[in-house]
């Protein structure tokens, strides 16, 4: 089942005009044990920086071939996610279906990682480490920086601190992976959690 309940216009990242923000939309699933199936949701920020929810799928499994439908679906219901092509930021969490997909669909569009989901890879990764809380601390530091200066102070702490951890942080593209290095400053929102908060809370469906 695929649901796109609103027109997508444009602007509504903040209220901001198309050359001052790209556009950004944010993706995820969510495993819904209650429904037994798999809830995919594409959101955005509506002009009060409010999550809006731009399209909802109700599948029974997570797989490349089932992110392909929903991105597929959401280029028909909304073509102006292809018409903004290289404009258009998508952000994501770590699975790889999700970007195998979007690329093949949206192949111009750019990508930014879920700071969450990184948040809790660092905390695995560097669990056993003696500065554990510290490198922690220092990656919200680095995602919380408003400006590209600040972010790289926060980098050279980390390299201070612990340089294997300052290889972790910056193994993705820098647009990739903090706030302040993309077009436009997220401000806290559009990490994939929200898209998956949303599913969950909106979904009162059984999958087909």
Same mark, same amino acid.
């Given at each position: 089942m695929f649901l796109a309940p609103h027109n997508l216009t444009y602007p509504l990242n903040g209220g901001r005009n198309q050359c001052e923000a790209p556009p950004i939309v944010t993706v995820d699933a969510a495993h819904t044990h209650k429904c037994g199936g798999v809830v995919f949701t594409m959101v955005m920020a509506? &002009?009060?920086n409010e999550i809006h929810p731009l399209a909802f799928a109700i599948a029974r499994v997570e797989s490349k071939d089932s992110w392909l439908w929903f991105f597929q679906n959401c280029c028909a219901a909304m073509p102006q996610l292809l018409a903004w092509g290289s404009k258009l930021v998508v952000i994501v969490d770590g699975n790889a279906s999700i970007r195998w997909a979007s690329k093949r669909v949206l192949p111009s569009s750019n990508f930014f990682h879920c700071v969450k989901h990184r948040a809790r890879d660092v905390a695995?990764? =560097? &669990?056993?480490?003696a500065d554990k809380a510290k490198i922690y601390r220092l990656w919200w530091v680095v @995602? *919380? &920086? !408003? @400006?590209k200066r600040? @972010?790289?102070? *926060?980098l050279e702490e980390v390299r201070r601190v612990s340089p294997e951890a300052f290889d972790y =942080?910056? !193994?993705r593209p820098r647009e990739e992976s903090f706030p302040s290095y993309m077009p436009t400053c997220c401000g806290g929102k559009y990490t994939s959690n929200d898209a998956g908060t949303c599913a969950v809370s909106h979904c009162r469906c059984a999958p087909y």
């Open positions: 509506n &002009a009060h695995k990764r =560097f &669990a056993a480490h @995602c *919380g &920086a !408003t @400006c600040d @972010c790289q102070a *926060g =942080f910056t !193994t």
